[in-house]
């Protein structure tokens, strides 16, 4: 263990004490910790590394990965004191809003990793791991992507162009819109490297969209309704750009409490309630609108939810 002065030195960093805070709860891998800390890679990677050195970071290795915890809080000497004072400041950080950010992270985090071990778990919901190559959620979706018709699709909001990407691989054409120029140029950089051509880039408001009437059969709005500042306008827009018997699709957050997502991620709307999503639809001109969950998981704050209705007329 290092002396006292280089051991303060190491916990007067407020990303290692987040970090050493997450893993004193979950044991977690560097790639868990990247999303849950919003950090690069190699930072968090560097201060795991100084914390295992120091004695209060254990590194295992499971299934190719490597997973860190926290050192045993029940040591010995001053290791034992340390995780004593660090216990007394866990829980004064419990109440900062940077520690709750994390903890709603690190929820969907471990929602994500229950969800990939339930889908390679024994046929008896035993833990025991099945390997089956090429069994994924990511492939069904693409599979069942090709069971629809040629379609062309206005994905409004795209943001970095993910779905847009996954779009393209079924559709006929994908009329991509978002605000932001910096993140259209993202998207397009990404779409060149998987060699998608059949994509049209569009900046734009999604309630003031630049697309013409009629100009699809299906619009998509996924997780893009709560930055918008009037979000029965885009949904009257994206009504207008689906030809007579054209769907819009919304996929977007249940009503919840996290107020720092306005701040950090942009929220104008802290999510729906379903009956008023339901309602924001049929004022926007559609019919037969059908609101269900999409995910969620107990102690998880965010619920997403699925909405989806028809532009009468066919």
């Known amino acids: 263990m290092m002396n006292a002065s280089g051991l303060f030195r190491l916990l007067g960093d407020e ?10 709860t979950e044991r977690l891998n ?11 890679q190699s930072g968090v990677s560097r201060h795991l590394g100084l914390l295992r050195e ?3 970071v254990v590194e295992d290795r499971e299934g190719g990965f490597s997973y860190y915890r926290a050192a045993n809080t029940d040591g010995n000497g001053s290791l034992r004191q340390v995780w004593t004072l660090l216990g007394g400041h866990f829980e004064e950080m419990a109440a900062d809003e940077a520690a709750r950010e994390d903890e709603v992270r690190l929820r969907e985090v471990l929602r994500l990793r229950q969800e990939n071990r339930e889908t390679h778990s024994g046929a008896d919901g035993s833990e025991a791991r099945q390997l089956v190559p090429g069994r994924s959620w990511a492939a069904w979706a693409r599979a069942l992507g090709l069971l629809l018709p040629p379609l062309t699709v206005a994905d409004l909001g795209c943001g970095e162009g993910l779905l847009t990407i996954e779009t393209a691989a079924w559709a006929r054409k994908v009329i991509a819109v978002d605000r932001s120029a910096k993140v259209l140029a993202r998207a397009r950089q990404l779409a060149r490297r998987h060699r998608i051509s059949n994509i049209v880039w569009k900046q734009g408001e999604i309630e003031d969209l630049p697309l013409a009437t009629g100009s699809a059969d299906l619009a998509l709005l996924s997780q893009a309704l709560h930055h918008a500042n009037d979000p029965v306008r885009a949904l009257q827009e994206a ?5 007579s018997g054209g769907r819009v699709l919304v996929l977007d957050l249940r009503n919840h409490d996290q107020k720092w997502v306005h701040e950090r991620l942009g929220d104008v709307w802290l999510g729906f309630r379903d009956d008023a999503l339901e309602q924001m639809m049929r004022q926007a001109g559609l019919e037969d609108v059908e609101v269900r969950v999409g995910a969620s998981a107990s102690g998880d704050a965010f619920t997403v939810l699925l909405a989806a209705g028809t532009k009468p007329g066919r």
């Open 30 to 40: 560097v790639s868990e910790l990247t999303r849950i800390l919003g950090l690069a």
């Open 239 to 243: 009504a207008r750009v689906v030809t």
């Open 15 to 24: 990303a290692r004490l987040r970090l050493l805070r997450l893993v004193a």
């Open 54 to 56: 120091a004695g209060l």
